[in-house]
């Protein structure tokens, strides 16, 4: 069992910037797979990044690519998420995730943090 608790979230005005954080417990972290989703009030849940347990490979959705980074420090049992040139569509609550093997579909994650709301004012 992990349990996972996100931090870091706000407001802030667009083009600004935050780091978001997460925070795993109860049982070996290094080695599972950590990414970010995101959902809007009336939309989806969507994927957003991806990070493996070693963090040599991650994956972004086309629409944070470059603007978005994830990372992770094992020793602290923490997984990023740092947020640049943030937009208005970049509003949602933000979920932190882990599963045992590598995959970007939400369904197939086994834990989920409680969610940090970002709001990102025009």
């Known amino acids: 069992q992990v349990q996972l608790v996100e931090s870091g979230g706000g407001l802030v005005q667009a083009g600004g910037s935050l780091r978001l954080a997460c925070a795993a417990s109860?049982?070996?972290?290094?080695?599972?797979?950590m990414a970010w989703f995101r959902q809007a009030l009336g939309k989806e849940r969507e994927f957003v990044a991806a990070?493996?347990?070693?963090?040599?490979?991650?994956y972004y959705a086309d629409s944070v690519k470059g603007r978005f980074t994830i990372s992770r420090d094992n020793a602290k049992n923490t997984v990023y998420l740092q947020m640049n040139s943030l937009k208005s569509e970049d509003t949602a609550v933000y979920y932190c995730?882990?599963?045992?093997?590598?995959?970007?579909?939400?369904?197939?994650?086994?834990?989920w943090g409680q969610g940090t709301q970002v709001t990102v004012s025009s």
């Open positions: 990070i493996r347990w070693s963090g040599g490979s991650t």
């Open positions: 109860g049982r070996t972290f290094s080695r599972y797979t």
């Open positions: 995730a882990a599963v045992a093997y590598y995959t970007f579909e939400a369904s197939e994650y086994d834990y």
